[in-house]
């Protein structure tokens, strides 16, 4: 039986804890003092007599009994999360809402033809569509504020409870605006001629492109700016001789209309799989179902390896 004195707000402040590795951080992201949120978890740990975080000056980490009560804490959150968009779902006329997350790449180049193929398949899906980096993305996942996340598999400490099933692989690629002089003699060591857009470092890229540059002997580029804004890219881009190292899909339809050019580097070693990610504990609805369908036939239909 659950002791009676644990209340939600004891497991949502534990939870945001863990994440932030931070009482300040954590603090701020619930609205309350630290003082507040540092009672908050004495009191939990009480209850449970057991202490759940080991704090230092680098941070807070969760104790042994602290990890094993923190996945039940998620699914916890995650779940009373899906109860209130349920109760959302019934007062809007019935629509299932399915809440998906898109990594940019994703969102530019399979999300407007998967739509498409859902809208053939069902009228019963209300769709939210976000995009991001792919910590942001996951987070929110965990949350039970998206149901599924499309993205490239992230580092192994960020997928942690996360199921993720392959769909295809996509790699990196440098662009520039057509008549850029980098078209006409394409070389990698001259990049820090002119301003690079570079991946942020909460994307999935970020590591496959800094070792590609270490391993091709390219040192540090101190006009850079780090983005992994598919707006912001293409309006730079296209007006600037600026150069934009990003995931092909970001910038694919641009590519295949001639408004912005692939230079052709090897980029071979920043292929990498794409893939669903939910959470390990749920289980896929119809409208899930539905979903997957309609994106398995893009993938075919779109020829995506």
Same mark, same amino acid.
Not at 95 to 104: D, E, F, N, Y
């Given at each position: 039986?659950?002791?009676?004195?644990?209340?939600?707000?004891?497991?949502?402040?534990?939870?945001?804890?863990?994440?932030?590795?931070?009482?300040?951080?954590?603090?701020?992201?619930?609205?309350?003092?630290?003082?507040?949120?540092?009672?908050?978890?004495?009191?939990?740990?009480?209850?449970?007599?057991?202490?759940?975080?080991?704090?230092?000056?680098?941070?807070?980490?969760?104790?042994?009994?602290?990890?094993?009560?923190?996945?039940?804490?998620?699914?916890?959150?995650?779940?009373?999360?899906?109860?209130?968009?349920?109760?959302?779902?019934?007062?809007?006329?019935?629509?299932?809402?399915?809440?998906?997350?898109?990594?940019?790449?994703?969102?530019?180049?399979?999300?407007?033809?998967?739509?498409?193929?859902?809208?053939?398949?069902?009228? +019963?899906?209300?769709?939210?569509?976000? +995009?991001?980096?792919?910590?942001?993305?996951?987070?929110?996942?965990?949350?039970?504020?998206?149901?599924?996340?499309?993205?490239?598999?992230?580092?192994p400490d960020s997928m942690k409870g996360i199921s993720f099933t392959q769909l295809y692989h996509?790699?990196?690629?440098?662009?520039?605006?057509?008549?850029?002089?980098?078209?006409?003699?394409?070389?990698?060591?001259?990049?820090?001629?002119?301003?690079?857009?570079?991946?942020?470092?909460?994307?999935?890229?970020?590591?496959?492109?800094?070792?590609?540059?270490?391993?091709?002997?390219?040192?540090?580029?101190?006009?850079?700016?780090?983005?992994?804004?598919?707006?912001?890219?293409?309006?730079?881009?296209?007006?600037? +001789?600026?150069?934009?190292?990003?995931?092909?899909?970001?910038?694919?339809?641009?590519?295949?209309?001639?408004?912005?050019?692939?230079?052709?580097?090897?980029?071979?070693?920043?292929?990498?799989?794409?893939?669903?990610?939910?959470?390990?504990?749920?289980?896929?609805?119809?409208?899930?179902?539905?979903?997957?369908?309609?994106?398995?036939?893009?993938?075919? +239909?779109?020829?995506?390896?």
């Amino acid at each position: 039986m659950i002791d009676r004195r644990i209340k939600f707000r004891h497991i949502q402040c534990f939870v945001e804890i863990c994440r932030q590795k931070s009482l300040k951080k954590a603090a701020e992201r619930q609205y309350l003092t630290q003082p507040a949120i540092s009672k908050t978890l004495k009191e939990l740990e009480d209850i449970l007599g057991t202490q759940l975080l080991n704090r230092s000056r680098a941070g807070v980490n969760p104790t042994k009994e602290g990890e094993v009560f923190l996945h039940f804490a998620e699914m916890s959150v995650a779940s009373l999360q899906q109860g209130l968009y349920g109760v959302e779902q019934i007062s809007s006329g019935g629509k299932t809402r399915l809440a998906v997350g898109a990594l940019p790449s994703v969102a530019a180049r399979l999300m407007p033809s998967v739509v498409q193929a859902l809208s053939n398949l069902t009228d +019963d899906v209300r769709l939210s569509i976000s +995009d991001g980096p792919h910590s942001f993305l996951v987070d929110r996942l965990r949350r039970g504020e998206l149901d599924l996340v499309i993205g490239r598999l992230g580092a192994p400490d960020s997928m942690k409870g996360i199921s993720f099933t392959q769909l295809y692989h996509e790699h990196v690629v440098v662009v520039v605006r057509p008549g850029h002089p980098l078209c006409d003699e394409p070389d990698l060591a001259r990049l820090s001629e002119w301003p690079v857009l570079f991946p942020s470092e909460a994307s999935a890229i970020r590591p496959l492109v800094e070792r590609f540059m270490i391993g091709n002997g390219i040192g540090d580029i101190p006009n850079r700016i780090e983005t992994v804004s598919g707006a912001f890219g293409r309006a730079f881009v296209s007006k600037s +001789d600026a150069i934009w190292i990003i995931s092909a899909g970001v910038v694919a339809n641009e590519v295949e209309d001639g408004r912005l050019v692939q230079l052709p580097f090897d980029m071979d070693t920043t292929r990498g799989p794409v893939g669903l990610m939910v959470r390990q504990e749920s289980e896929a609805g119809p409208a899930e179902r539905m979903f997957r369908l309609a994106v398995s036939q893009t993938i075919r +239909d779109l020829k995506m390896d």
